[in-house]
DNA sequence: CTCGTGACTCCCG
DNA sequence: TCGGGAGCCACGA
């Protein structure tokens, strides 16, 4: 199961996510230790919210867009976080400089 | 075991 | 200002 420690961080910060607030893949990649792997996050993310109840809704991509595709669920994503008070404009996108959630912000 | 792919992002020309 | 390339490495077949 634990694979690294990355993943293993990258589990942990996203079960950290507070209700209402969003992160981006580069900001968990960022925060687990190595800016570079988001793409590695979104892998772990995907995998492990099949498995686990993850709240991989709460991730987006750093456009504050939802990275999926209509029929990949984007509408249910859209749905779950608009459902946790996330609002977004008129372009379907998030202003992350109200919800964007960066850690603790040590 | 190896190989290909990817819910991304940043840097440099 | 804008576009393309490179980096990162976990997971499934």
């Known amino acids: ?3 690294t420690p990355f993943t293993l961080r990258v589990i942990n910060l996203i079960h950290s996510i507070p209700s209402g607030k969003v992160t981006t893949y580069g900001s968990i990649a960022a925060m687990a230790g190595n800016r570079r792997a988001a793409r590695q996050v979104a892998r772990i993310l995907h995998s ?3 498995k686990e109840h993850l709240p991989w809704h709460r991730v987006i991509n750093r456009e504050g867009r939802i990275s999926l595709a209509r ?5 249910d994503q859209k749905e779950l976080l608009e459902n946790e008070g996330i609002i977004f404009d008129v372009s379907d996108k ?3 400089n109200i919800f964007l959630w960066q850690g603790d912000q040590s």
């Not at 029929?71 to 509408?75: I, S, T």
Request: net charge negative; glycine share 8%; hydrophobic share 20%.
């Open 1 to 3: 199961m634990s694979s």
């Open 48 to 50: 492990s919210s099949r």
């Open 94 to 96: 998030i202003d992350l």
């Open 71 to 75: 029929q990949q669920g984007y509408e």
